[in-house]
């Protein structure tokens, strides 16, 4: 399963990249602290499972839930945090996400959770347009063609 790791912090994301270590089946494609390298990597890499911290970039992490299922509806999306408001669960589920971990007590259930899914996620990035756009419902200005 090909995983991609979105977190604002190095820490985190190093402790997830030595935990996927221990399972050849889990491999961790890219990571990145910065949305809109995330984004680039949504569009040009195919994913199985993207782990997003909620709270990247003052929240734009829900932002970009909805920029990856346009690009790659298939891919899983596990959502991180340590803020364990219910409102910030159902707004996250309502925006396509397939699983919701706390950070400081859910870390171990990540591997079975991404060994457990589906197939490989299907590529979409030839479909959609790029532009600048200042709407906070569409950060991004991701565009169907």
Same mark, same amino acid.
């Given at each position: 399963?090909?995983?991609?790791?979105? %977190?604002d912090s190095k820490l985190i994301r190093d402790q997830l990249k030595e935990l996927f270590?221990?399972?050849?089946?889990? +491999?961790?494609?890219?990571?990145t602290d910065d949305i809109a390298? +995330?984004?680039?990597?949504?569009?040009?890499?195919?994913?199985?499972f993207f782990i997003v911290d909620i709270?990247?970039?003052?929240?734009?992490?829900?932002?970009?839930?909805?920029?990856?299922k346009l690009i790659n509806s298939? +891919?899983?999306?596990?959502?991180?945090?340590?803020?364990?408001?219910?409102s910030y669960y159902s707004f996250a589920k309502k925006l396509g996400v397939d699983f919701f971990? %706390?950070?400081?007590?859910?870390?171990?259930?990540?591997?079975?959770?991404i060994l457990s899914g589906d197939a490989p996620?299907?590529?979409k990035s030839s479909q959609f347009i790029f532009r600048r756009t200042n709407s906070e419902d569409n950060f991004f200005g991701i565009t169907r063609l």
């Open positions: 399963m090909n995983v991609v790791i979105v %977190d270590s221990e399972y050849p089946e889990i +491999a961790v494609v890219a990571d390298e +995330a984004l680039m990597i949504t569009s040009t890499m195919i994913v199985d709270s990247i970039s003052n929240r734009r992490g829900l932002s970009l839930l909805k920029c990856i298939s +891919a899983k999306i596990i959502m991180m945090t340590n803020d364990s408001d219910n971990f %706390d950070k400081a007590n859910e870390f171990s259930k990540l591997p079975g959770t996620g299907e590529h």
